[in-house]
């Protein structure tokens, strides 16, 4: 635990008890605050008075008395409206914060050349957190790895020299961390993604912006017209910037050459590794990850021959492209985090040919018609989930699918079709370009579920094929 010193002896407000919301708390207690700790449901209360936490009714407190907000990062703090806590904090004048900013102040007053990374994108941002963590341990450091990730940043260790804090952030969690300044910032790409919570997409940019904006030295993939503005402006104003990129070759940054990661310097090609062959970073959104990596690894000082050993044993993030298994010359891919077109187009990219494509759930908005281009390495599309219409009519004259309506049936299907093929390598890929929330309670559920249907098939592959087309 990091306890949150800065508040010692005044009363907070804290909004979300969650499992991060709980972590904030008990790290305020630890730090000698006085929490009022609430939420709108009455479970999330019950686990909260279990824990310890101190749980007051916000909606009938005098918010004069508090010295600040903690809000829980799922709450609305501007979009589509304020929630109701954001409300009477501003009304009284109480600043509104998050568990990253408390982390930030720690940092801040405690160790602040503690070496911190802070990472954030739309799409890559788990992955690469997972990798540079990897690569930090594999140098020999204390690694500290946290944040959007899954660990509340305030249940790690505290920050002191030595120790690496790698820090996953949100969009949301940006939004309520105003002092936010990493040792190293990385932002990997932007597209449309939490419109619902930030209004525009210049808004939505904007906060994306402050990581790096704040950073010593700020990593930023250039290969989106957002983020080329961005480094564009952080160059333009003095800051240190390593631009990467895996659409051209930089004549300054860091870019990735098919599987090989390279910089140029005096004109001059400099090999930084070679991704041929490790599975666990196949494609060329993993080779944006791992350039992200690299030059973050190479900013704190780590050697670049511990840099390329540990790419070479990362075992991948689980839902992210996750090799499960192999039946014959059938390979099977778990991608369930794959949620919206942009991170299922990095999947279907990754492959040349041969793909058995599960797909669906709860869509989001343009559906998979911006993959329209990928269609022809897809040998069969199989629908699962709410969005199995919207998706049929997209697919329809384009490429084979069937209606498979739930996940057993589409890997049945699909490994069965998979096993018939000519191809050397056909592949069933669960990337499917949706929320899970009509028939899971996450992307992790999903994943699992395919993953454990997946192992539970046989070893000796069946040829009882799906029937072509449609169904």
């Not at 009022?36 to 999330?44: E, G, L, R, V, Y």
């Not at 102040?105 to 540079?132: M, Q, V, Y």
């Not at 030295?217 to 631009?243: F, N, Q, T």
């Amino acid at each position: 635990m990091t306890p949150v010193a800065s508040f010692r002896g005044r009363s907070v407000a804290l909004f979300g008890l969650g499992g991060s919301g709980l972590a904030t708390a008990q790290a305020l207690a630890a730090g000698g605050a006085h929490v009022a700790a609430w939420d709108d449901k009455p479970t999330s209360r019950g686990k909260a008075l279990e824990a310890g936490v101190p749980v007051v009714d916000l909606t009938e407190a005098d918010w004069s008395g508090f010295s600040a907000l903690v809000l829980s990062p799922g709450v609305p703090l501007t979009h589509p409206v304020p929630h109701w806590t954001v409300e009477k904090a501003r009304a009284a004048g109480v600043e509104i914060i998050g568990d990253v900013e408390l982390f930030c102040r720690e940092r801040a007053a405690t160790a602040p050349d503690a070496p911190f990374i802070a990472i954030t994108g739309t799409n890559g941002k788990s992955t690469t957190t997972a990798l540079i963590s990897h690569l930090v341990r594999e140098a020999g450091l204390d690694c500290q790895m946290g944040g959007n990730i899954g660990t509340a940043v305030l249940s790690l260790a505290p920050p002191a020299a030595g120790r690496v804090h790698v820090v996953e952030c949100s969009s949301f969690q940006i939004d309520l961390a105003p002092s936010l300044a990493p040792t190293v910032g990385v932002l990997l790409n932007i597209t449309p993604d939490h419109l619902d919570r930030h209004g525009t997409m210049e808004n939505y940019a904007a906060i994306k912006e402050r990581l790096v904006a704040g950073a010593e030295v700020a990593v930023v993939g250039v290969d989106d017209d957002w983020c080329r503005a961005i480094e564009a402006r952080l160059r333009g104003a003095g800051r240190r910037v390593i631009p990467i990129s895996v659409e051209r070759v930089l004549e300054e940054g860091i870019s990735a050459e098919d599987h090989v990661i390279a910089r140029r310097l005096a004109g001059k090609r400099i090999v930084l590794a070679d991704l041929a062959g490790i599975g666990s970073l196949r494609g060329a959104h993993n080779a944006q990850n791992a350039a992200a990596a690299i030059a973050a690894l190479e900013t704190i000082g780590v050697d670049e021959k511990v840099i390329r050993k540990g790419l070479a044993s990362f075992p991948g993030l689980a839902h992210r492209m996750e090799q499960v298994r192999r039946i014959g010359r059938t390979l099977f891919v778990n991608d369930s985090k794959a949620t919206n077109a942009d991170a299922a187009e990095k999947a279907l990219a990754a492959f040349p040919s041969d793909i058995h494509w599960i797909i669906g759930g709860v869509p989001k908005e343009g559906g998979i018609a911006p993959l329209a281009p990928l269609f022809g390495r897809v040998a069969k599309a199989y629908l699962i989930g709410e969005a199995s219409d919207d998706f049929a009519a997209t697919l329809e004259g384009r490429t084979a699918f069937t209606r498979c309506g739930a996940l057993e049936a589409a890997v049945a299907a699909a490994a069965a079709d998979a096993a018939a093929s000519d191809a050397a390598e056909p592949v069933v890929l669960l990337s499917p370009a949706c929320a899970s929330y009509d028939q899971y309670p996450n992307f992790e559920v999903r994943g699992t579920h395919f993953r454990d249907l997946v192992l539970a098939l046989p070893d000796t592959p069946s040829t009882d094929a799906s029937p072509p087309g449609k169904a």
